[in-house]
């Protein structure tokens, strides 16, 4: 028996919620599970996307063996087409995962010849040492899996995304037997989903959302319009079906949402009665109480079919009076503003508008406290590393574990980065790789300079203020007056009278320090820096003075009449060109 | 009788949580309830506060009979330093919000000579044909009151924020059988509090606090640290006393909270048993199972005393393993993720931290349906404005009250600005008075300029560069290369070659169409603008295709050589200082 470690390195989604991706290395192989993006909270200002630091990963190229998806989601595959021009590994991934995988790396331009292996619930891979094994779970998305690797020191059980449905509404429920069975052979690690520990009890069956669905068509004498996750296809089948047995007909808007219906539906994860779906013709002359319109919008983002509806700009569908509207979702952390501007838009409207405070019209999909302990009790490990969770959550999912009894030594809350050495008997964190924020702003992909983001808050504050002036070179001194530009600073109607006494300010400070400032002949990198903070200085006191603000200021001295400047010859742009 | 109306006039607080403001007005004579403020939203960058725009009111200052204050929090007094300098009205309010009102023109320098007149529950005060009394309600402050208001076409009640709690901390219990006898007698209107509409039941007593506290307190082998809002005096109240029980001393940090409590044992709301106040000092040499801190910082304040525990930068109290630290307050919607990360931090510390999703450990100051339907059922008015909440708050109140057999017509959802004209019988929305944005930043007060918002927006986004460059007036052509400075658009170490390739593209735009935009002489008006295009729609290209990024860009064409242009005359800073 190997008397080598196990090491456990999570690169993200430990400490945070979102870009989850974790590496599992024994002797010369790794492996690594999900590869997603987050999106970045309010102070990252300008940032598009954050995804992995695959640093760690780029230093170990040889030692790579692939790269295991559990599901389609975003914060677990969105990372891809930053990752893979970079580390071109095979990827193993379920069919619906696998087509979403393709679809993300289509809409970015990623150039990667990656291949995509599909496996099923059952498949088995080997990497190295690792051997795979999929079995599914239940989620908000369909073809979710949990892993089972046997590793040469043991079994790790990976939960994947979940939750316990006795009933879900696509694929089976997940089993527990097997589980049951490993746990009494010897499991030891299991890496646990930690989103909903804070929850008491057990997270309800998708069921009991078909029964609210059901209860507001009944009651509902006009249209019902509901939105929901695009990739949650387990209610949009439950729309349908409801939709179904009411003889109402559903009409589907919202890019996102005409996407992927048809992708499911080909997919086979989707089933649609014939004679459901309505196109626009047909939905202008339908009966409103025959009418169900599924759309995007869940997440009250400004340029969704629900969010146009409810600002009276949906080209197709206006919102009247008698109109039922169904969120069937909820707000994800930080989007709770823009949901509540749209419910209160709708209202406004005169829709009624039912949302998961007053209504169970939702269920998430991650397991609630009595789900972790179920699936803690099955399993059995000896050691416990929880994921896919902030702090709190990751340490509340130990003290639950240790409040069943598994010693405190046992259970690890790692933060991205952290090396986990793991033996047969015991474990240790020991040492970090370096993790860094990368982001993706624009085009560019590298870790976030903090004095971009610190200008950028900044500038959000008070604005800009730029003062441009000429100086003099061969003979010192000003030559008309500094100009003032602002931008984000004041109002129009008040600025005239302030930029005016701000440009005298300036030749004030100047001029009163004439003697030292000035020379004759080009400024000296010196001079020129003394004149930048006269100028700063004299005009932050008085913009404070006048306003209490603090824009950042920036000086801009132009020299004229140095010996060394000359007019630029009148090149082309054709031979500037080049070095653009 | 007479046949006048009565305007009910919301000036803030109806559409939006917070900037509280109401005018009632009949004939000649307008009573104003309540002013308060609201923090801005993320995206109102650099906004300070928001106030309620009271231009109605100053267009009729000879008809302001007074101000009346529910109660002392900030959304209900906060606008009064900004407000009262322009409108010098009498204001009434209990002896509490009295000092918080005189604290807060203090603290924000105030200039008024407005007088403040206490009153207490059963105070009766003549305002023209207004004649108000106090009654006391449950809040999340003492001395919170309610208001029964006489015009000369009925009794008007106003709930203030409440909650009904037949066991409160502090106070009596609000008296039910009054407003039962006024019901009797036939009330017109109630503008009833509808923030906690969406929840169902009841809200809990403040009693179901001092049992959870004394649970942790009883099982807590280290100390236990506890946050709260420090209006909530309340609660400050419960945890003094559970400390006491559990012979544990109480040591308080965080300015607000060192200000209220010898303001609030002063003036008798607390009332703190000797020797369980201890000093630092003292703190130092306890046994940690005899201690309670009691700190500011439950909405995860950046600068609070818990965020700095929590940081390892508090200079008395730092966090250790056996620490249990209680979050005795709700998050404010905007603070979650600041509240997040406090408690993130304070468990990397080790401490164990309680919150309301864990415990019931707060318990929140205003009614839910339950309260706000038996509310309805004593005062039995004919017509309800739901007050104090979003719009969807309102909608749904307004739909309560139609669930218990008011009809549709005599529910009136109003948003800030709408007028509504009642009389004895019906009432409708008559109009709208101007209600725009106001803001305060630094030392101005004003309208929101949408212009400089989104500029800050911009700016926030992707930056800004300018483009400074130097023309020769007499003979036309730039003198000398472009100069390009850019803050907050992309890293220091890219940024090199970028500029210098920027530079060029600018030199090869205006070469490329040379004959066009220079002509001798000063440049025209259109000439300069043809020139700012030209640089802006080059490097605008440019950046794009380099970046991915939008930063604005601003030109800034500075001339010399023109016949006007002549040395500044040497002004010194004496002369100039008096136009500044």
Known sequence: ?????????????????????????????????????????????????LIPDISYLLQRQQNLRGIVITHGHEDHIGALPYILPQLALPIYATKLTGRLIL??????????????????????????????????????????????????????????????????????????????????????????DSTYVELPGYTPSEQVVSEALDHIMLGASGRVIITTFSSLISRIQQVVDVAAKHNRRVFITGRSMEEIVPLAVETGYLAIPSGILCCFDELKHLPHNQVVILTTGSQGEPTSALVRMANRSH???????????????????????????????????????????????????????????????????????????????????????????????????????????LGQESGKVSGKVPIGNVYVNGLVTGEIDSAVLRDRKLLSRDGVVMVNLVVDAQKGGLIGRPRIITRGFIDAWESGVLIEKSQDVVIAALNHDRKNLFRRGTLATRERSNLETKIRDSLKAFFYKETHRRPIIIPVIMEVGKPSMEKIPSTNYETLNKFV
Do not use: W
């Not at 919620?17 to 024994?26: F, Q, T």
């Not at 795979?132 to 020191?153: A, K, N, Q, W, Y």
């Open 103 to 192: 679809a993300e790396l289509k809409q970015r331009r990623a150039k990667t010849r990656t291949k995509i292996n599909v496996v099923h619930a059952g498949s088995k891979v080997t990497l190295g040492n690792f051997t795979i094994e999929f079995f599914p779970v239940c989620h908000s998305i369909p073809d979710t899996m949990g892993l089972i690797i046997r590793t040469p020191i043991g079994i790790v059980v990976h939960s994947g995304d979940f939750k316990l449905d006795y009933t879900p509404v696509i694929g089976e429920p997940a089993d527990l037997s097997q589980l049951a069975r490993l746990g009494a052979k010897g499991v030891l690690l299991l890496l646990s």
């Open 1 to 49: 028996m190997s008397t080598q470690k196990l090491k456990v390195i999570p690169l993200g989604g430990l400490g945070e919620i979102g870009k989850n991706m974790l590496a599992l290395e024994y002797a010369d192989d790794i492996i690594v599970i999900d590869a997603g993006l987050m999106f970045p909270s309010e102070e990252m200002l300008g940032v598009d996307l």
């Open 315 to 421: 080209s197709q569908v206006q919102i009247v009076p008698g109109d039922t509207v169904v969120m069937s979702a909820t707000s994800i952390p930080g989007n709770e503003a823009l949901v509540n501007k749209t419910i209160d838009s709708l209202f406004r409207q005169g829709a009624n508008v039912i949302y998961a405070k007053l209504s169970q019209v939702h269920v998430h999909g991650h397991g609630s406290q009595e789900e972790l302990k179920l699936l803690l009790n099955l399993v059995k490990p000896k050691f416990l590393v929880p994921i896919h969770g902030e702090y709190r959550h990751l340490s509340l999912h130990a003290k639950l574990a240790q409040s069943l009894g598994m010693p405190g030594d046992n259970t690890f809350v790692l933060e991205d980065g952290d090396i986990l050495e």
